[in-house]
C-alpha cells in the first residue's frame, strides 16, 4: 500500500495554470502506475491522465488533451500534473492515486490521495 497526499490546488482565473503534485510514501513508487482524476459537485469522477511506472507511456482524457501534462520524478516519490489554458469546466477536486497496472479506469486504482480543490473562474 502507498500513501499519496496531492498538494497545489487553488483559484485560479480562466486562461491561466497550475500544477498540482502527489507525493507518495509508504511503498516504493517506481513500481506503480499514476492516475490522475478529478469530481465535480454531482458529477461522476472522471479519468483525467495517466502515467506508467516508468515515465514512457501517458494517456489523456480527449477533454484535457493539449493542455495538461502528467509526468513523475522517481526519485523524488512525486508524480505532477501541469494544467495550463485553465477553464471553468475544469473546476474539480483532483485526485491522484496508484495502480499496478497502466490504465484509465478507476477501479484498477488500489490507493488514493485525499484530493485537492481547483477552481477556475471565469
Known amino acids: 500500500q502507498v500513501q499519496l497526499v496531492e498538494s497545489g490546488g487553488g483559484l485560479v482565473q480562466a486562461g491561466g495554470s497550475l500544477r498540482l503534485s502527489c507525493a507518495a510514501s509508504?511503498?516504493?513508487?517506481?513500481?506503480?502506475?499514476m492516475g490522475w482524476f478529478r469530481q465535480a459537485p454531482g458529477k461522476e469522477r472522471e479519468f483525467v491522465a495517466v502515467?506508467?511506472?516508468?515515465?514512457?507511456?501517458?494517456y489523456y482524457a480527449d477533454s484535457v488533451k493539449g493542455r495538461f501534462t502528467i509526468s513523475r520524478d522517481n526519485a523524488k516519490n512525486t508524480v505532477y500534473l501541469q494544467m495550463n489554458s485553465l477553464k471553468a469546466a475544469d473546476t474539480a477536486v483532483y485526485y491522484c492515486?496508484?495502480?499496478?497496472?497502466?490504465?484509465?479506469?478507476?477501479?484498477?486504482?488500489?490507493?488514493w490521495g485525499q484530493g485537492t480543490q481547483v477552481t477556475v473562474s471565469s
Open positions: 509508504g511503498r516504493p513508487f517506481s513500481r506503480y502506475a
Open positions: 502515467i506508467s511506472w516508468s515515465g514512457g507511456s501517458t
Open positions: 492515486a496508484a495502480a499496478g497496472s497502466y490504465g484509465a479506469i478507476a477501479t484498477l486504482y488500489d490507493d
